[in-house]
Each structure stands twice: as C-alpha cells, then as structure tokens.
C-alpha cells in the first residue's frame, strides 16, 4: 500500500523559502496525483495545491504567488516550496495522494505530517 | 470559495451514543464531500468519500448521507477508539476546503 514521509527544515525564518520533500514508497508516483495539506490552529486545513505526474498544477489562489509543486520520478518524491513565509505559514504540513475516481476525489492516504515553525 | 460549515463544533458523548455531525456547503456541490477522522498528533485519516461511500477498512458504524448542500455522518454506537475530530471536505472545485472540524470528547 501507499506510504508518503515528509521531510524537510522545521524552522525556517521570515522572508525566507519553505522547502518540503515527500517520499512515496509501495507505488510509483507516475501512477496517481499528489498533494501538499497543511493544518495550523488558526486557519484549519487547508489545501495548498495538487499536481500530476505529469507536472500539470493547481494551485489554491490564496498561495498562488508563493507556490511551486514539483515531482522527481527518479527518486518517487514531490516536492513542495512556498517563498516569502510569514509567522502565518506556521503549521504543520501534509502530504497525500489525491484520488481521482470517475469525477469524485479525495486526499488518502496523508502522511504523518512535518511542522514547520516561521520564526527568525 | 466554497465554505463548508459543519455542527456542533464539540460534542460530549458517552461510548454507545448514536453520533451525528453535519456539515453545510455554502454551494450545491452534489455529492462531492468526504469525511475524514483526525486523533491528537495524527494525520487525518479517509472514513467517507462521495458523501455515503465507506473506505475500505472503516468500521461499519459509520455512515454518510446527503447531497447539495446539506451532509451528515452518523456513528450508530460510538466506541472509545473513535473520540477524534471530524472533518468533511468538498471537492467539487479548487481551492478544496475542509469544514473547522467536530471535536468528540468524552462526557
């Protein structure tokens, strides 16, 4: 079954880039669409993007700006970077896959999730 | 964006309650609602997708209904193992967006 790890700096400073792996293990990449998740106690979750194997994106308009979703099929990962982080980036980000089936689609699995602290 | 609304935001209940969660959508967004379960420290996990389907692998005391705007998941008799948050999402259109979450807690 799909497993996703994310990895990557838990302390990252103001004005600064945010940059995030995730490993997919017990499938390829190539076969699905993928998706960063972040949770903070003030806004919830929320969706930051999706992308397909084939690098198409989608972005949520409120990080549009910020946003780069990317994919290394050599190493099954996809990656995350969000530019010019505030304290209100803070949270803890996930990543999951995001299942497409006929026009329904849902995130599962997630993985355990990484926080990521902004703070100078 | 579509908001999604779910109620009570906490509910204190006893193992073996019968449990109900709704959620609104601001929009019509068919049936294009999951439900996922989240515990302290944990990833959120898919209980419900396309409103009624049940995950593989999720107890049969939950259940999904609903369409349009107005959703609910019930829990038939509540076990200990599942005092949680309840979170519905809708993925109708971007940005997909997730309810503020229903936290179970023990009476």
């Known amino acids: 079954q799909v497993q996703l790890q994310e990895s990557g700096p838990g302390l990252v400073k103001p004005s600064e880039t945010l940059s995030l792996t995730c490993t997919v293990s017990g499938g390829s990449i190539s076969s699905y669409y993928w998706s960063w998740i972040r949770q903070s106690p003030g806004k919830g979750l929320e969706w930051i993007g999706s992308?397909?194997?084939?690098?198409?994106?989608n972005y949520n308009p409120s990080l549009k700006s910020r946003v780069t979703m990317s994919e290394d099929t050599s190493k099954n990962q996809f990656s995350l970077k969000l530019t010019s982080v505030t304290a209100a980036d803070t949270a803890v980000y996930y990543c999951?896959?995001?299942?497409?089936?006929?026009?329904?689609?849902?995130?599962?699995?997630w993985g355990q999730g990484t926080l990521v602290t902004v703070s100078s | 964006d579509i908001q999604m609304t779910q109620s009570p935001s906490s509910l204190s209940v006893s193992v073996g309650d019968r449990v109900t969660i709704t959620c609104r959508a601001s929009?019509?967004?068919?049936?294009?609602l999951n439900w996922y379960q989240q515990k302290p420290g944990k990833a959120p996990t898919l209980l419900i997708y396309?409103?009624?389907n049940m995950q593989s692998g999720v107890p049969s005391r939950f259940s999904g209904s609903g369409s349009a705007t107005d959703f609910t998941l019930t829990i038939s008799s509540l076990q200990p193992e599942d005092f949680a948050t309840y979170y519905c999402q809708q993925s109708y259109s971007p940005p997909y967006t997730f309810g503020q979450g229903t936290k179970l807690e023990i009476k």
């Open positions: 999951a896959r995001f299942h497409l089936f006929q026009t329904s689609k849902w995130f599962d699995p």
């Open positions: 929009q019509s967004i068919s049936s294009f």
């Open positions: 396309a409103a009624s």
């Open positions: 992308m397909s194997y084939r690098g198409s994106t």
